[in-house]
């Protein structure tokens, strides 16, 4: 009888300890959430769910996990309590009393360290640590669950932008893979990327590239930004296994106004700046992404 109970014990426990396939699921709707973050907090593991919200994570009874997608609530669990489903609830928006105006377009522009890049044709690729010593820019790829954020710095704080399309470098392996694009709101307690308000896969097709650049189109997103001072563009990888890879270049510059976090690091911070070093004992260099965004401004 001892060893029947024993062997229940064991069960459960690898059980916990397993990589099943679990799935990130919509509260109200049961609706798959894509592409959903799911982080072991403390621990250098996590994934991102795949666009069927499926992922594949070895979580231990003691684990804390945090799942959190765009437009949905942040949820903690412990790793006990996580079966094969994870609902996630809807954020809940209240709306203030809002006079609805017709908005004076103003101006079209353009923002974002890419900007003195448009016409460029640039292409990465770094075969040796000497290479990347003197190189003024690097490819950065899928494998270090890496995601690259860019602060964009509005003219005015007192006007709406909205979103029309977003830029970015982008060069390829023997074929164009897909990126996630994210869109973020300032945390205004760090200055760092906040709230995610908008996330997207992006099938990387010939006819949106020009010159290593990809044109992404939100004119039919209508993504309008609040009165803010800055919001943040992100890109990632999907992590289900691509034949084909889109890389994201660097370039070498002294900008403060790039952050990146790693989903297999112990924690999920964002840092600024792009610090990298191409070996354990090479320099130490600083490294900003060149997103470009094209905004309507209006009053």
């Not at 069960?11 to 300890?17: A, G, Q």
């Not at 932008?161 to 970015?168: G, H, P, Q, V």
Request: net charge positive; glycine share 4%.
């Amino acid at each position: 009888m001892k060893c029947f109970f024993v062997l229940i014990f064991l069960s459960k426990t690898l059980l916990l300890f397993s990589q099943s396939t679990r799935k990130v699921l919509d509260s109200q709707t049961n609706a798959a959430i894509a592409f959903a973050t799911v982080k072991v907090l403390n621990k250098p593991s996590g994934v991102i769910a795949s666009e069927k919200g499926e992922f594949n994570l070895q979580i231990g009874a003691e684990d804390s996990v945090i799942v959190s997608c765009a437009e949905y609530n942040t949820k903690v669990l412990k790793g006990a309590d996580i079966g094969y489903v994870i609902y996630l609830d809807k954020k809940i928006k209240n709306l203030k009393d809002v006079v609805v105006k017709e908005r004076k377009w103003i101006r079209s522009i353009v923002l974002g360290n890419g900007v003195n890049y448009l016409d460029s044709n640039i292409k990465c690729q770094v075969n040796s640590a000497t290479a990347f010593e003197t190189a003024n820019c690097i490819p950065w790829g899928p494998g270090s669950k890496t995601e690259h954020a860019e602060k964009i710095e509005l003219p005015s704080s007192e006007l709406t932008y909205k979103i029309k399309k977003i830029i970015i470098p982008l060069s390829r392996t023997k074929c164009w893979g897909s990126v996630l694009l994210h869109l973020y709101y300032e945390d205004s307690s760090s200055e760092n990327p906040g709230e995610e308000f908008f996330l997207k896969q992006i099938a990387i097709e010939k006819h949106i590239v020009k010159k290593n650049k990809v044109f992404i189109d939100l004119s039919t997103e209508s993504i309008h930004l609040p009165a803010n001072k800055f919001f943040f563009i992100g890109i990632s990888w999907p992590d289900e296994k691509q034949e084909c890879i889109a890389t994201l270049p660097l370039i070498k510059s002294d900008k403060t106004n790039t952050f990146k976090r790693v989903l297999v690091n112990d924690n999920y911070n964002w840092y600024r700046s792009v610090l990298v070093k191409w070996k354990n004992d090479g320099p130490l260099l600083n490294y900003s992404t060149f997103y470009a965004v094209v905004l309507d401004e209006m009053k």
